[in-house]
């Protein structure tokens, strides 16, 4: 990391050329190492939504580079994190997630119960009896928290408790009531590029014109708001950018209503960031917007049909802005997760290393829906993809930005590449780094 991003304040961050050292960081194993070591030990980490462990005896396994974490549900209101490991001779418990009653050792049967204390040593009358009593062979545990229906872990006795450590996140996504959203699909796949790359493509929406060409008939990408706080970023479309075309089209290139709605919808829609109704309803709306007045944006008419549909599930939006119904706060949160977001939807984002390998990423979408009242209840659909390619769904949008990772990967490790140059716009990407640098340095 070259001085600049030491001295620099985060929200002024412009390099002064490129940024020497940063490119290794995307291909060294030895960098992953330093990752692993000083990094996801000290960090809080997303792990899963609460409603994935429901019941009394759930367990879901979570993993980070080669570490493998067991979130156990003990009680209606309480949540363990254990080291996923045998205390006789390291043998992993768990594998995946499901329901148990009790935590035993698929080689020698060692059994422990579900709040970590041992419960069973087979022939323990084999053992010395002071190595194998039961009050020295609690499972160790991990710090536990939760925020926005999320549960997080944390290694480190030492780090801040979990909501001093997302803040700003929670106060300024307060209104968007995360907490109350339902998740509705997990998907998960693997990338052959390292997990920052694919991080750092969502944490910036200088990309759309490059990436998405498309969406400048529906989305002014100029006069983007972007915003650091600490370890976090913040970014976000002007007020009113949302629904109007980019002000770098030339008005020869600027789609007429229906199209640009049209294209709103599909590519929206396809990521989840709309609802299926709204979708559904095309035909109805292409013809309603024919009509509209030259003055009236296709932002601000659709803003009203959500409103009409959210009142209709029994779910008052009349406080909230056109601006929050189409496109919120876009959170990154260090180190791994963005949250794209409206007000009545939001996607969780994370990335994660695959393994020790500094070419390979594992990257986990969260499907979040605020339904209203009355809305039936529907089985959390979790899909699991050994190539992101293997799935139809994604729609054009992430499709486009899941393109540029093998590529960019590749990109990274060229000799004649010296390193990224941060401008304004890349401000929350050079943030990320600076903090990174402080937490594998110590």
């Known amino acids: 990391m070259t001085e600049v991003l030491a001295s620099v304040a985060p929200a002024q961050l412009r390099s002064s050329g490129p940024e020497i050292g940063i490119k290794e960081r995307y291909t060294s194993p030895e960098f992953l190492a330093l990752e692993a070591e000083r990094l996801w030990p000290r960090v809080w980490q997303l792990v899963c939504h609460t409603s994935q462990i429901p019941s009394v005896g759930d367990f879901y396994e979570y993993t980070i580079v080669d570490q493998s974490f067991l979130l156990v549900r003990v009680a209606a ?47 323990a009358f084999d053992f010395d009896e002071s190595a194998v009593a039961p009050g020295c062979l609690s499972l160790p545990e991990c710090r536990v928290d939760s925020w926005g229906g999320f549960i997080f872990i944390n290694v480190d006795g030492q780090a801040p408790p979990l909501l001093d450590y997302l803040a700003p996140v929670p106060s300024r996504l307060a209104a968007l009531r995360l907490e109350a959203m339902t998740l509705t699909r997990v998907r998960s796949t693997v990338f052959r590029a390292n997990w920052k790359l694919g991080y750092e493509a969502f944490v910036e929406s200088y990309h759309v014109v490059g990436t998405h060409p498309q969406s400048l008939g529906y989305f002014d990408d100029t006069g983007l708001i972007f915003e650091q706080h600490g370890d976090h970023g913040m970014h976000r479309a002007r007020e009113g950018g949302m629904g109007s075309p980019s002000r770098r089209l030339d008005w020869a290139e600027v789609p007429d209503k229906r199209e640009a709605l049209l294209t709103m919808l599909s590519d929206l829609g396809a990521a989840e960031l709309f609802s299926e109704e709204e979708a559904g309803q095309l035909d109805a709306l292409l013809e309603m917007v024919a009509a509209l ?64 390998d500094p070419d390979s990423s594992i990257m986990d979408l969260f499907n979040l829906e605020l339904q209203g009242p009355n809305s039936p209840a529907a089985p959390v659909s979790v899909e699991v993809y050994d190539d992101w390619r293997d799935c139809s769904s994604w729609g054009r949008v992430l499709e486009q930005d899941f393109s540029n990772l093998e590529r960019w990967q590749q990109g990274v490790r060229s000799p004649g590449f010296q390193g990224p140059i941060w401008g304004r716009q890349d401000g929350n990407n050079g943030n990320f780094h600076r903090a990174l640098t402080r937490y594998v340095t110590g």
């Not at 205390?87 to 499901?98: P, V, Y």
Request: with cysteine.
């Open 293 to 356: 007045p030259e003055e009236t944006t296709i932002g601000s008419f659709f803003a009203g049909i959500r409103r009409q549909q959210a009142a209709a599930a029994g779910l008052d939006m009349s406080d909230v802005s056109d601006w929050d119904l189409l496109s919120g706060e876009l959170w990154n949160v260090f180190p791994n997760f963005t949250i794209p977001s409206n007000a009545l939807n939001a996607l969780i984002i994370r990335f994660r290393p695959n393994g020790r």
């Open 77 to 123: 209101d309480r949540v363990k994190a254990y080291h996923n490991v045998c205390q006789h001779r390291g043998m992993q418990l768990k594998e995946g997630c499901g329901n148990a009653s009790e935590l035993r050792c698929p080689s020698h049967a060692w059994t422990w119960n579900l709040d970590g204390t041992l419960k069973a040593v087979t022939d």
